[in-house]
C-alpha cells in the first residue's frame, strides 16, 4: 500500500530537484555556449590567442597578452595592498574590539561591498585619480621614481588607480571570510594562550596560525574577485592593451575589455576572439572560486559565500 | 603552613547575575587544593578567578581580593601576562596548539624568552615532558604534529606547556573528565609528583579523584564556599551536613 | 637572565600596543573609506537633484535631461529578474537544506557558490549568445534573464542558510502530527524561515540593482521610456556609466545626482535588513 501523501511528495521534491538542477545546468550552459561562439578563433589561432601580444581587431590580429598581464597586475596590487588591510580589520573585529564598537564597524565594512561596481568607477574618475595624479603620483615619483614601476606620465589613469580601487572592493570581502574562519577557532585555543602568559597579540598569532588555510581562502577568493571586477576598472584604467613597467601607465584587463568592446563587435571573428578571452576569465575565474571555497571549508569556517556577495 | 593564595570576601558577577557569594580561602604552598561541588556550583568560576582568565568575558565584574604572595591580583595596574606566567592553568578538555609536539612546549618559553640558548630551549622542553611523565613516549617524534598525540597524552603534553614557563601556581579544570582510566590514573599520579614543586588547585566532579590526590579540599553549592577542610576530615567527618550529604550522594 | 627576561617583556608588551593600535587604524581607515564616498555622492550628487532629473529622459546636451526612463527600465528589469529568479531560487534552497545532504546536493552546492563569484560580465556574455543573437537585438528581458541569473544562486544558498536555522523540533512536531514530507515543508518550514528568507532576497535586489557590467551589451540603453521587454531597456547603472564617461561636466553632475539615487536606495535596503536581522536574533 502507498503511504499517505506519497505522491504529493514525489511531485514537491521533483520540483525542488528541477530548481537545484538549474544551478548546474546554467553553468554548463554558460560553458557550451561560450565555447560554441568562440570556435571560429580557437580554431584559427589555437594556442596562439595566449601568448600573442598585439591585439588589432581591424587587422585580425588578435593576442591576449596584454589582457591577461593587465589583469594579473591589477589584481596583485589589490592583494598586497588589501590583504594586510582586510586581516587588520578582522583582527580588530574579532579579537581586540569590544562587541559594541566592532558591531557597527563590521557593518560600515559590509556596507562598503554593497556600493556598485559603477560607483566606484565614478569616484575613481573624479576623485582618486585626480589625487594619484596631483598627490601619490608625485610622492612616489619623487622618492622611489628611480623604480621601473614609478616613471612615465602621471595621468592619474592606469593600472595603479586601477590596483586601489580594486583593493578598497576587495578589502570587505576577504574580512569577512577571515573574521569568520577566526570565529570559528575555538576558544580554547585563545584560552591555552593566555593561561601561559602569552600577550593579547601572541594570542593573535595563535589563533591566525589556526585559521591558516581559512586565510589563505578568504586571500584566494578576493583574488577571484579582483580578477573579474569589470566596471570600476574599465572606468580608471585607461584601457589600453600594451605591456608596461610602470604602474602609472595606461592598461587593460579582460574584463575591462569586454565592458568596453562587446557592444561594438560586429563581425564574426571579432566577436569570438572577444568570447573566447570571456571564456578564459571564466575558466579562470572558476578555479580560483572553486579552491577558495576548498580552503575556506577545510577550517570549517562558514563556508558559504552567499554572506559575502 | 605559609599561604600561596588567599581570597577574601570575593563575589562575582555575570552582568546583573550574581555567580559567586562572599567567598574567604587559604590556599598553601605546595599542597594540592580539590574543589568539589554539584555542577554550576561556580567551582570552574572561581578557579578562573585566580588568574583572572574571567576578564576575557566582557559582562564579567570581580569584588574583594586575592592575594597571591601578598600582592592583590586585581590592584589595578596589575600585569595581567605576569600574572598567567606565574598561575599556569590546565584545562578541561586537552587543546594543543596547531603546531609540533616541541613548538607546542616551547612556545610559552620562546614567547617569555626564558631560555638562554638553542640547547638551552631544547632542554627546558625535555625536562617539561619528562615532568609530565610523557618524555619517553613522544621523544622519538618530537617534530610530529601534537595532534597525533592520544586525548590522555594530549593532555599531558598540554600540562607539560604549564610546566615549561616555570609557573609557581598550576590550576587545573578537571583535567582528566575527557579521558579513560588509565589516562586518568596517570594524570593523577602526575598531579601529585607536582606537588614537590607547585601548588595545585584542581577542580573534580569526582569525589574519589579528590579524595585520592588533594590535601584540602573545598566544597561549593550554589556559588557559595560551604565547607574547607583537610581531605582527611572532609571524607570521614565532615564539619556540615550539606557535605555529607554530597559526599554520600544523597542529593542530585 | 632576569634582566633580559625584563627587557623581552617590555619589548612583548610595546609589540601588543603596536599591534592593537594598527589593527584599529586598518578598521578606522575603511570605516572613514566608506563614510567619505558618501558624504562625497551625498554632496555632489544633491546639488544637481531636482523633480525634473527624475523624470525626463536623456537629452542633448545643454538642454536637461534626467534619469525617468532609466529609473523605469531599472525597476522593470529588476522585476523581471525578481519574478524569474527567486521562486527557483528559494526552491533550490528548499531542495539544498531538506534533501540536500547527499552527493548531488554538495555538487549542487559547490557549482553555487562558485557561480556567485563569476564575473558578472561572464553572464552577460551567456545572455548574449543564447538570447541577443537569435532574436537579432538588445532587449529588456535579455537584461532581466542575466539579472535573474545573477540572483538566482545568492538567493538559493541563503534561503538554505535560513530553513536550516528551523529548529528539528518544529519538523518532528509536524512530522508527528501525520503530515507528509512536503507538507511540512510547505506549510511548517518555509513559513518559519519566511522572514529570514526576505531579508536573503532584499539583499539579493540590492545586488542586482546595482549591476553594471551584465546589462551593458544584453539591455543596452535607450535614451527614451520604454515599457516593452523586447525592446533595448536603459537602467541608472549604465546611465551612470555613460555619464560619467561622457565628455561634459554637466554630464558629469548628472552622473553623480542617478548615484546619489541608487545608493541611497541601495544603503536604505542593507540598513533596513540590518535592522530587522537585529532585532529578531
Known sequence: MAQTGAIGDKIFRTILLLAAASILLIVVAIFYMMVQNSLPTLERFGIGFLTGSEWRPAQEEFGALPFIYGTLVSSLIALVLAVPISLGIAIFLVEQAPIKIAR????????????????????????????IRNHLGVFLQDYLGWLPFFQGRLTGIGMLTAGIILALMITPIITAVVRDVLEAVPTTQREAALALGATKWETTTIVLGNAASGIAGAVVLGLGRAIGETMAVTMVIGNSPQISASLFEPANTIASLLAANFAEATDR?????????????FLVTFVVNALAKLLIMSVGGNSSSSKHV | MESKISISNLDFFYGKAQALFDITLEIPERQIVAFIGPSGCGKSTFLRTLNRMNDTIPIASVTGTVMIDGEDIYKAGTDVVALRRKVGMVFQKSNPFPKSIFDNVAYGIRINGIHTSKADLAARVQKALADAALWDEVKDRLTTSAFGLSGGQQQRLCIARALAVQPEVILMDEPASALDPIATQKIEELVVELKREYTIVIVTHNMQQAARVSDKTAFFMLGKLIEYNPTQKMFTNPDEKLTEDYITGRFG | MANTEQSVHRKRRIVNSLMTILTAACAVF????????????????????????LTDTPKPVGEGGGIGNAIVGSAMMTALAVVLGLPVGIAAGVYLAEYGKNWFGNIVRFVADTLIGIPSIIIGIFIYTLVVMPMGRQSGLAGGLALAIIMLPIVARTTEEMIRLVPNSMREGALALGAPQWRVSWNIVLPAAASGIATGAMLAIARITGETAPLLFTALNSRFYNFFYDQPMSSLTVQIYNYATGPFEVEHAMAWAATLILVGLILVINIFVRFLTRKKF
Do not use: H, R
Open chain 3, 30 to 53: 575603511a570605516t572613514s573609506i566608506l563614510l567619505f564616498i558618501i558624504s562625497y555622492i551625498a554632496i555632489q550628487g544633491f546639488s544637481s537633484l531636482s523633480f525634473q532629473f
Open chain 1, 269 to 281: 571573428i571579432y566577436l569570438s576572439a572577444l568570447i573566447e578571452i570571456g571564456l578564459v576569465l
Open chain 1, 104 to 131: 557597527p564597524i563590521a557593518f560600515m565594512v559590509e556596507l562598503l561591498a554593497a556600493i556598485p561596481s559603477v560607483v566606484y568607477g565614478l569616484w575613481g574618475i573624479f576623485v582618486l585619480a585626480p589625487f
